[in-house]
């Protein structure tokens, strides 16, 4: 009767002794998730207003885009599926053939995620984007350094 009473005894204070354990997310995991979230939409909208892709997105030497090009052309696949619109493809040093190359993977990747063809205008220039000013860039890159341009770099002025 004894041991009884000790065991009994023993396993009330074990018991006492244990708390609930709470199966939420630490706060800061939320948080971290929602910068996430808010990040990559971020990086969506700026692939979106820039509609580029540069050399870069490319294996070098080939019309193969690597894996951040099919990342970035996913993106802007997703956007041209329903919205038409431009799609800078910069050729950069790509001899011609290579650029014609590169462009056709990026027009079979598109049709290949359901873009119609007509909804998508290919070209060579510039990515989209309100941007900076080109005058006020200039200031900035021509002021000295005291100023927060940059040191020792020269801009060649163009003709207007």
């Not at 490319?58 to 599926?81: C, K, Y």
């Not at 011609?96 to 462009?103: D, K, T």
């Not at 220039?125 to 309100?130: H, I, K, N, W």
Request: proline share 3%; aromatic share 6%.
């Amino acid at each position: 009767m004894k041991t009884s009473k000790i065991v009994l005894l023993a396993l009330a204070m074990g018991l006492s002794a244990c708390t609930a354990v709470d199966h939420q997310w630490p706060k800061e995991r939320d948080e971290l998730w929602r910068l996430d979230a808010v990040r990559g939409a971020a990086l969506h909208r700026a692939l979106i207003v820039q509609s580029a892709l540069f050399p870069y997105h490319f294996t070098p030497g080939t019309a193969v885009l690597n894996e951040l090009g099919r990342r970035d052309l996913s993106v802007l696949a997703t956007h041209f599926h329903d919205h038409a619109g431009r799609l800078s493809v910069r050729r950069g040093g790509a001899t011609a053939s290579m650029y014609e190359s590169r462009v056709m993977a990026v027009v079979k990747h598109l049709v290949a995620a359901g873009v119609s063809e007509d909804f998508v205008e290919i070209h060579d220039g510039y990515g989209g984007g309100d941007g900076m000013d080109g005058e006020l860039l200039l200031e900035i890159l021509a002021g000295d350094e005291d100023e927060g341009g940059l040191p020792g770099l020269v801009i060649p002025l163009i003709a207007q």
